[in-house]
């Protein structure tokens, strides 16, 4: 067999965003001529250790179902969460990886996803070199928390924003019809930056100035100051609408609800509960009435509210990783960097994994108000041009028509 193939999968958290790279992935290599075959491993790194694929080349041949994929929520392949060991430890998954890579003639490996993702890109990386193989291994970033380093910002992140931005606004009209004082407390997804909770100051306009108050966790979060921010808020409004990160931590760095969570494979607290939390903490102490919502995971599949800029710029993503892969180039993450705010333009390059994996981007604290509960303009103008365009969605009888699913069911 003389092909030479690539591989692409996915892992870590669902975006409205991840797919549209895929199909970028899947472009690119219909585009250049020098793989014969996009294979897809089912449930990331897993598939590979599983011997699951599929073979993309076959089943997504036309531009209506390249499309259909672009748009189509969470990930088409399937997701995991698995650390890979320290090779220096044990190197029995590496050896068989590398034999799978080996066997089916792969040439390029590309991994879309967000911080634990690109620690895979790292520790293959580093066992690509050590074996002196000459597979090319990239990362492509996405996450909705925003939180990559050496990229502007991460696809899926855009799309998530505007469902937070839409959501906070629909939520201050349903408040605002009872004359009565209420405080609502919207949780938000985000365990070590508040991007997505901050995106939610979106919402205002001309008549809403909700949500009133933003807790982020690049601040020390203070239950006290909290309640004396909701008592002024109430002084002048009926509805106190609060938007608050589920990663707020106090002075001493831990996070409110730190008590009750458990831990993933790679160690993050597995985080629940904040809203609920600071709801307890306003009945008994101000005795209003109040509510507790968390978006949870709609933030994160509301394909239906995409950000179009958020799906170009993740498709260009997954074609630019193909590219660079004819260059040469391995060991790296795709990025894209903001040349110009207005108008808005970014150009695509790369940056070297070792730089990016297990780190995490915070807001700068000169973008949020020194009371530390509200964002200042910067933030603002960072944020407005992500959310921007709608994406077409195909429906039928009244729901959107995704791409089906069917590989990622078990098999009875």
């Known amino acids: 067999m003389n092909q030479t193939n690539c591989m692409v999968a996915q892992s870590g958290g669902p975006t409205a965003a991840i797919n549209a790279s895929l199909a970028g992935v899947i472009s690119g290599v219909q585009k250049s001529g020098k793989y014969d075959i996009c294979y897809g491993a089912i449930n990331g790194i897993l598939g590979i250790l599983n011997e699951n694929y599929l073979n993309l080349s076959e089943k997504i041949r036309d531009s ?71 597979i090319r291994i990239i990362g492509i970033p996405k996450t909705i928390d925003n939180d990559l380093l050496m990229i502007d910002h991460t696809p899926g992140f855009g799309s998530a924003a505007k469902y937070i931005a839409s959501t906070m606004l629909e939520i201050a009209h349903d408040t605002f019809i009872y004359a009565v004082k ?44 909290f309640l004396n921010d909701i008592r002024e808020k109430l002084k ?32 993050h607290q597995q985080l629940s509960g904040a809203g609920k939390a600071l709801e307890f903490l306003v009945k008994e102490n101000i005795g209003v009435k109040v509510r507790s919502v968390e978006v949870n995971v709609l933030q994160r599949c509301a394909a239906h509210m995409a950000s179009a800029t958020d799906l170009d710029e993740a498709f260009a993503l997954g074609e630019k990783a193909v590219s660079l892969s004819e260059e040469g180039i391995t060991a790296a993450m795709v990025t894209l960097n903001r ?15 070792k730089d990016i994996a297990n780190e995490a981007k915070s807001i700068p604290r000169d973008w949020i108000n020194p009371r530390g509960n509200d964002i200042l303009p910067p933030l603002y103008d960072y944020l407005k041009p992500l959310v921007q365009g709608e994406v077409p969605v195909e429906y039928n009888n009244g729901v959107p028509v995704y791409m089906p699913v069917e590989h990622l069911k078990p098999s009875l």
């Open 339 to 353: 040349t110009s705010n207005d108008p808005y333009t970014v150009s695509y390059s790369h940056a070297p994994i």
């Open 64 to 134: 209506q179902t390249l499309s259909r994929l672009k748009v189509t929520p969470a990930m088409y392949l399937g997701s995991c969460r698995h650390k890979l060991p320290n090779y220096k430890d044990d190197d029995s998954a590496y050896v068989f990886i590398f034999n799978q890579f080996a066997r089916l003639n792969i040439k390029a490996f590309f991994y879309i996803g967000g911080n634990d993702s690109m620690d895979t890109v790292l520790k293959l990386s580093e066992y690509a070199a050590k074996i002196k193989s000459d």
């Open 236 to 267: 002048a409004l009926n509805n106190v609408i609060v938007a608050v990160s589920e990663g707020i931590r106090d002075e001493k760095g831990e996070y409110i609800t730190a008590s009750h969570a458990a831990f993933d494979q790679f160690g």
């Open 182 to 225: 209420s405080v609502t407390i919207v949780e938000i997804m985000g365990r070590d930056a508040g991007w997505l909770t901050a995106a939610s100051a979106l919402a205002r306009n001309e008549y809403n100035t909700a949500p009133h108050l933003i807790y982020l966790p690049e601040v020390p979060f203070d239950k006290e100051q």
